[in-house]
Each structure stands twice: as C-alpha cells, then as structure tokens.
C-alpha cells in the first residue's frame, strides 16, 4: 500500500465531502477551486471513488457528489485501496526467481504494506474530520462570518 500523491488528493477530496455530510452536494468545480487540484484529476480521482461505492453523484442542478457512506463507516485504507488500484496490474507483471534476493525484497515489502494497510484500515474519515475539527477550534479565531458550507484550508 503506497500514500501515493493521487491517494492524498483524494483523500483531502473525501474530506471537503465529510465536512460538509449533511449540506447540498458539493461538486468537483468546487473542490478544485478550494483545493487547488485540477478538475480533470479529481475526476479520474472519483471515477475510482465512485466505482469502489465511496461516493454517490447526484445529477440535475444542485448537483455534485456525497459520500456514498458516513464518515465513520469509510477507512482511509478504503480511500487509498480504490485510488491505488494499479498495483495488481504491477504484480502480474513482475516475475521473480525463487529464492532470489529481489524475492526477499518483495516479500518485505509486502509484509510493510500490510502493516500499513491494517494501521490505514483503522482510522475512518471521521477520525481526520474530527482531528481537522480539533485544529480549527484552537486556531485563532477570525472576524469573518462563517458561510453555511465548510471547507478545509487547501494543504
């Protein structure tokens, strides 16, 4: 399992979503502008989402996408297992000698990725959103009126 930049992207992506659960849908024009990530990325990013069931569009005006499941029921492992869906493919590709150092390699890799994917699995959408939450409330606090929808500061 690899924290690659396209699994960070999406996972900031899911939070803007998360933040704002029980709002209008929030379309991908507008997380582009908040997060400053291109708009034909995100949508390569929730082409995956949304064929894992991580996300639901909703269609018409007023449209745009919400997640497909509460915060709490979404692991990060989950975000980063639909964006990283490449390394199967990797995999078949590769062949390796038995009893080879690159064998050992692999095997430790994989043993590292499991261990990271188990750590991944263990914290939930809601956990970062909550954090997130944490961070703003000790922050100063600014003279601007918040608006109705929330949005993280882009990273």
Do not use: C
């Not at 998360?18 to 582009?32: C, F, G, H, V």
């Amino acid at each position: 399992m690899k924290l690659s930049t396209k699994a960070r992207y999406a996972i900031t992506a899911m939070m803007e979503l998360a933040l704002n659960e029980n709002k209008k849908p929030i379309t991908l024009a507008d997380i582009s502008e908040y997060q400053k990530i291109s708009l034909s990325y995100l949508e390569q990013l929730f082409a995956k989402l949304r064929a894992r069931g991580l996300v639901r569009g909703v269609r018409g005006p007023g449209g745009g996408y919400h997640l497909a499941k509460s915060a709490s029921d979404l692991s990060i492992a989950s975000i980063v297992a639909a964006i990283n869906d490449e390394k199967s493919k990797h995999d078949a590709n590769m062949v390796i000698e038995q009893g080879s150092e690159q064998e050992v390699l692999e095997s430790m890799w994989d043993n590292l990725s499991q261990k990271m994917y188990g750590f991944l699995e263990s914290i939930s959408l809601q956990d970062l959103v909550n954090d997130y939450n944490l961070q703003q409330s000790e922050a100063p606090a600014s003279n601007s009126m918040e608006t109705p929808t929330r949005h993280m500061a882009s990273f």
